[in-house]
């Protein structure tokens, strides 16, 4: 069974932190990394993707991938209150269909 | 770019009749389109997963005689919940893979379709 294991959260961050979300996923053959934000009622949207080993930054957002230990990371910095939402890790399997984490939820605190 | 969109966004229906929900990708070519459902407070669902010109693919569980999927076009799929119960009330969203993407794997969601059965 093909898994991506998130941290249900809630996750409580202040404001101005930086806010650390992980995921854990069981395919080793997985080569495709996302992250999703779902804000309350509203549709997943895309934030990042990570193919390689390291770090991928995008403004506030990092993503960090380590494939030995089948753990990819998101952080984000400076966390203002509009980056509470639901957060969704994605990971390929190997016919390139998504595994989806069951999220975690983010709380950023004024 | 990567654009999907979704029609209607809420509707509501009374018990027994059927509803359709199209999911068009409007500034791109999308091989493959998904259908999720996600009730209030849980995780996403994938019911099935519909390619171009060829049957949808259902998951476990996901009647689908009841959820009709047609992918008639590359930039068209349509969604079609037939003798809606109120069980069905759930918040509908299709995605879409935009096949000129390397590896093509990530998915563009459209805004979702709450659906209510009275």
């Known amino acids: 069974q093909k898994e991506v294991e998130q941290n249900s959260g809630p996750l409580s961050v202040p404001e101005g932190a930086i806010a650390s979300l992980n995921c854990t996923y069981s395919?080793?053959?997985?080569?495709?990394f996302f992250w999703y934000r779902q804000y309350s009622g509203k549709s997943p949207e895309l934030i990042m993707f990570i193919y390689s080993n390291g770090d991928k930054e995008d403004g506030r957002f990092t993503a960090q991938l380590n494939k030995a230990s089948q753990y990819v990371s998101l952080l984000i910095r400076d966390s203002q209150p509009s980056d509470s939402a639901t957060y969704l890790c994605a990971v390929n399997d190997s016919n390139y269909q998504l595994i989806w984490g069951a999220g975690t939820k983010l709380i950023i605190k004024p | 770019g990567a654009v999907v969109s979704q029609h209607p966004s809420r509707v509501i229906c009374k018990s027994g009749t059927s509803v359709k929900i199209e999911c068009r990708s409007l500034?791109?070519?999308?091989?493959?389109m998904f259908w999720y459902r996600q009730f209030p407070k849980q995780s996403l669902m994938l019911m099935a997963t519909?390619?171009?010109?060829?049957?949808?693919?259902?998951e476990q569980g996901v009647e689908k005689d009841k959820f009709l999927i047609n992918h008639a076009s590359l930039t068209l799929s349509t969604l079609t919940v037939t003798s809606a119960h109120p069980e069905d009330s759930s918040f509908y969203i299709c995605s879409a893979r935009d096949m000129l993407h390397y590896l093509g794997v990530e998915q563009y969601f459209g805004p979702g379709t709450r659906l209510t059965v009275t």
């Open positions: 519909s390619n171009e010109g060829s049957k949808a693919t259902y």
């Open positions: 395919d080793r053959g997985s080569q495709s």
């Open positions: 500034d791109f070519q999308a091989t493959t």
